[in-house]
């Protein structure tokens, strides 16, 4: 699960981890009323206004309605104008901004609707850093990961100068030890106070990263005040979904207005999916098999319109629920149901797509590939029906089918 | 002859609810040595199994089954009592990585967690648990480990199995399926078929299983079925090139897959531009792996390969 910057900020400030003072706003009014606390508390003239999405890229990205305002926006005004010069600014800024949708490379070329801003205080900056703790497969142990080159995309500093990144590994046994802060700390260059600050900083970023079963925390940039203080300019927190149950006020913050309806409606009935570009809509029991059912349908020259595990264990009603999610799609041309049933049994999915047809009806034709157990209580109960279906010998001849029939 | 897991295997259940119940009965059907239970707060009661045997298992037994076998409070006193010699965890989620735990403590060397939704940073610790233990775990978040005909430990149907000579290996529940059906069909049929589950932390990977399965004299060559996420595959192309004797044949799933997107596994996600599908059959190809281009080419691949 995602979260907002403000929100990892929140969690990170919780925990003793400093990070700039900021403000919420889902109006122009807040936006606005969030400028003279800022600049009085911090007594630096300068804010900040972030637009707050679940997609990396804010500061590069542009708003489609309006192509000369960026998606994080720094508020100088205030120096020469005063207060009221910088309150301007953001009135113009934020009634551009809400509601407007803010395009960055990970948003695709559609992007995403802006319906809350963060206004922060101004950061006199010395020096900008990277740092992240995340999972490393290979080893079954979190890593923190840090690099002096800050602003830029991790990826991009692995691929071109990965001598820049330090990693230390955390035993999950022992937590981050003093001396693995103090090497990360060497190697970003912190010297006197600012190296005290940036150890106690790692420890308590490390200890939140694992006490809150983060996916991720990266702080990029991280920076180093002109006074010295170490400090999480940005921050990105994504937690593990199966660690939710143990953290329900982190659950509490997610945002569900980011993520796809569909697939909201789909993990209400426990079924995993996702939407995709293509025409063929695919319904499948197994992660594993779902996927190999997308790639079989591209080989045969198809474009899948969605990912669509029904699990193992899917009764009448998630079938039936799974099929309508698929026929919401208006680019859907086809749907093909491959099922291989082990615990799933072929008959439950033939009682399912017949209740969900009768139920929604079916507009474009449809495959259906059994095999496993009950195959041929499914087939007969299929062919009974009435129902115009192609039957399909296996995931390739079934692929083919539906191709055809969509073609 | 296989590897894991067979005729002598004796298996406790870590976990008897509603799933552990169900695929307990299918395994006693199939044939499986069930001994024990494990549960706190029904220790001292015993549980009742009768039913029709499943004659795609274990052959050479009469129709219909009785097993009895007690519920224990801990795994040390079940290992203690019977003998076990494996366990199967369906324990939910949030007390999965405990039962594991237990399991490597009482000194099981084979445990099977067919658990989904353990939190990661719960497997993180079992994992760093195990480190020093002389235990195997597989999974989790896997359909098992089965030997044909011999022992089915997790909930695969067993009656799509027929022994044979391939090794099989897969972090996917359904495309197991798929391929063993595929190897039943063309007569190759299968020592052992292990899934190694799809999360991005587990217990045996493939490199684990395929010097299980080079190690094992009656299994002729491996299928290695593979999917997006992490680069178990590309270390298990590097191990084939350095160690592997046995022709190798392998599909990977995911070439249609998005980035950043979890695909129903909590593995199977491109972070970074790092785990696609297309680098993996590229490192695979290169150690001369014969790739199925599609799954349902997967028994036709291992028969290439075996044939090359």
């Not at chain 1, 799933?344 to 033939?350: L, P």
């Not at chain 1, 047809?357 to 499914?378: A, D, F, K, Q, Y």
């Not at chain 2, 220790?43 to 009895?68: C, I, L, M, N």
Request: glycine residues 12%; hydrophobic residues 45%; charged residues 25%.
């Amino acid at each position: 699960m995602k979260i907002h910057e403000y929100q990892a900020k929140a969690l990170m400030a919780d925990r003793g981890i400093a990070v700039p003072m900021g403000r919420v706003a889902t109006t122009v009014d807040e936006a606005v009323a969030a400028v003279r606390p800022l600049i009085e508390e911090s007594g630096n003239p300068v804010v900040v206004v972030k637009s707050q999405i679940h997609a990396g890229g804010r500061g590069k990205g542009r708003f489609k309605e309006f192509p000369d305002v960026g998606g994080v926006n720094v508020v100088t005004e205030g120096i020469s104008g005063g207060i009221e010069a910088a309150e301007a600014r953001v009135r113009e800024l934020a009634s551009q901004m809400l509601g407007s949708t803010l395009v960055t490379i990970q948003t695709g070329e559609e992007g995403k609707q802006v319906s809350r801003l963060y206004i922060e205080q101004g950061i006199d900056i010395a020096t900008e850093l990277y740092l992240s703790v995340l999972l490393d497969r290979a080893t079954s142990r979190n890593i923190v990961m840090a690099s002096t080159e800050g602003g830029t995309e991790i990826e991009v500093v692995a691929e071109e100068t990965p001598e820049k990144i330090l990693k230390e590994e955390i035993d999950p046994a022992f937590g981050l030890l003093p001396f693995q802060a103090r090497n990360i700390a060497y190697s970003l260059g912190f010297e006197g106070d600012t190296f005290k600050d940036g150890v106690r900083f790692l420890d308590a970023l490390t200890k939140a990263a694992v006490e809150l079963d983060t996916d991720l925390v990266e702080i990029n940039p991280l920076v180093v005040t002109t006074d010295g203080k170490v400090m999480a300019l940005d921050g990105k927190m994504a937690f593990d979904d199966s660690g939710l149950f143990r953290h329900p006020a982190v659950a509490e913050l997610r945002d569900v207005s980011e993520e796809d309806a569909a697939e909201l409606e789909a993990k209400e009935f426990d079924l995993s999916f996702i939407k995709l570009d293509g025409d063929i809509g695919c319904m499948v029991n197994g992660a594993g098999l779902a996927m190999a059912t997308m790639d079989i349908i591209q080989t045969v020259g198809g474009e899948p319109a969605n990912f669509l595990d029904v699990g193992g264990g899917a009764e009448k009603e998630q079938i039936a629920a799974a099929f309508k999610i698929i026929t919401k799609d208006p680019n859907v041309k086809g749907i093909f149901v491959n099922i291989f049933g082990g615990i799933m049994r072929c008959d439950i999915i033939a009682e399912g797509v017949i209740a969900a047809v009768e139920e929604v009806g079916l507009s474009v034709p449809l495959v259906v590939r059994l095999e496993g157990t009950n195959v041929e209580l499914g087939k007969q109960m299929l062919d009974e029906s009435g129902l115009d279906l192609v039957s399909a010998s296996d995931m390739k001849d079934g692929a083919q089918k539906i191709l055809e029939l969509t073609r | 002859m296989s590897v894991l897991i067979g005729m002598d295997t004796k298996v406790l259940v870590q976990g008897m609810g509603k799933t552990g119940r169900f695929h307990t009965e299918k395994a006693i059907a199939y044939g499986t040595n069930m001994v024990a239970a494990v549960h706190p707060s029904r220790a001292g009661q015993t549980e009742v199994f009768e039913g029709e045997a499943d004659h795609s298992g274990v052959p050479d037994r009469a129709d219909t089954y009785r097993v009895e076998f007690p519920i224990f409070r801990t795994v040390a006193e079940a290992v203690a009592e019977t003998g076990a010699n494996a366990s199967v965890v369906y324990v939910p989620p949030p007390f999965a990585s405990d039962a594991i735990m237990e399991a490597a403590d009482a000194g099981v060397p084979l445990i099977v967690c067919v658990t989904e939704g353990i939190p990661v940073a719960d497997m993180v610790k079992a994992k760093r648990y195990l480190e020093d233990k002389d235990v195997r775990l597989v999974g989790p978040n896997c359909p098992g480990v089965i030997t044909p005909k011999e022992c089915k430990i997790g909930i695969m149907p067993g009656y799509i199995h027929t022994p044979g000579r391939i090794g099989v290996v897969s972090r996917s529940g359904t495309l197991t399926y798929e391929a063993v059906h595929q190897l039943t069909l063309n007569g190759l049929g299968q020592t052992t078929a292990i899934g190694i589950g799809g999360d991005p932390v587990n217990g045996t990977n493939f490199v684990d299983a395929l010097t299980a399965f080079n190690d094992d004299p009656t299994t002729e060559g491996v299928l290695m079925i593979g999917e997006i996420g992490g680069t178990a595959e590309e270390d298990a192309a590097a191990w084939i090139t350095a160690n592997m004797t046995k022709p190798v044949a392998s599909f990977i799933a995911g070439t249609t897959a998005p980035a950043g997107k979890r695909m129903g596994h909590a593995g199977a996600i491109i972070s970074g531009g790092k785990g696609t599908a297309a680098a993996k059959i590229e490192a695979l190809e290169a150690a001369g792996v014969v790739m199925a281009p599609t799954p349902t080419d997967m028994g036709s691949a291992m028969m290439e390969a075996m044939n090359k």
